[in-house]
């Protein structure tokens, strides 16, 4: 059961920064003006960590994939589909309010009407994703 949480989490994550990338791509069109919206709003990290969260979204889609069959073959019982994905709605929303939050403290950036659209899109993509 760890070894599938695991899994999960790893996914999760990975879908948790490829929200947050799409985000700021639909919030900010423009590459120019998303490139320096990103610096200023301490998102520098957004694109190396677009690569890391690709690779271990694949790990933990992989696992999960692996470690579900197993256990489905062994007769043990899960949470349910629809137990499971409100559980990861909520770690997924409450996790992108986090990283948003805490990276605009870092980089002193401003929590004002911009940075409100990006974080309603973004609670919608998380759902989504």
Not at 41 to 68: I, K, N, R
Not at 81 to 108: I, K, M, P
Not at 113 to 125: E, H, K, N, T
């Given at each position: 059961?760890?070894?599938?949480?695991?899994?999960?989490?790893?996914?999760?994550?990975?879908?948790l920064f490829a929200g947050h990338a799409l985000d700021y791509l639909l919030s900010v069109p423009?590459?120019?003006?998303?490139?320096?919206?990103?610096?200023?709003?301490?998102?520098?990290?957004?694109?190396?960590?677009?690569?890391?969260?690709?690779?271990?979204?694949?790990?933990?889609?992989?696992?999960?994939?692996?470690?579900?069959?197993?256990?489905?073959?062994?007769?043990?019982?899960?949470?349910?589909?629809?137990?499971?994905?409100?559980?990861?709605?909520?770690?997924?929303?409450?996790?992108?309010?986090?990283?948003e939050v805490s990276e605009r403290l870092v980089a002193g950036a401003s929590f004002g009407p911009?940075?409100?659209?990006?974080?309603?899109?973004?609670?919608?993509?998380?759902?989504?994703?």
């Amino acid at each position: 059961m760890r070894r599938l949480r695991a899994a999960v989490v790893l996914t999760s994550a990975a879908g948790l920064f490829a929200g947050h990338a799409l985000d700021y791509l639909l919030s900010v069109p423009d590459p120019s003006r998303r490139h320096a919206v990103l610096h200023a709003t301490g998102h520098a990290y957004l694109p190396d960590a677009l690569v890391a969260a690709g690779a271990a979204g694949v790990v933990g889609l992989l696992a999960a994939l692996v470690f579900g069959f197993r256990r489905g073959r062994a007769g043990g019982a899960g949470l349910g589909w629809r137990r499971s994905a409100l559980r990861l709605a909520v770690l997924q929303t409450a996790a992108f309010v986090a990283l948003e939050v805490s990276e605009r403290l870092v980089a002193g950036a401003s929590f004002g009407p911009a940075f409100l659209r990006i974080l309603g899109l973004g609670l919608l993509l998380q759902l989504i994703v």
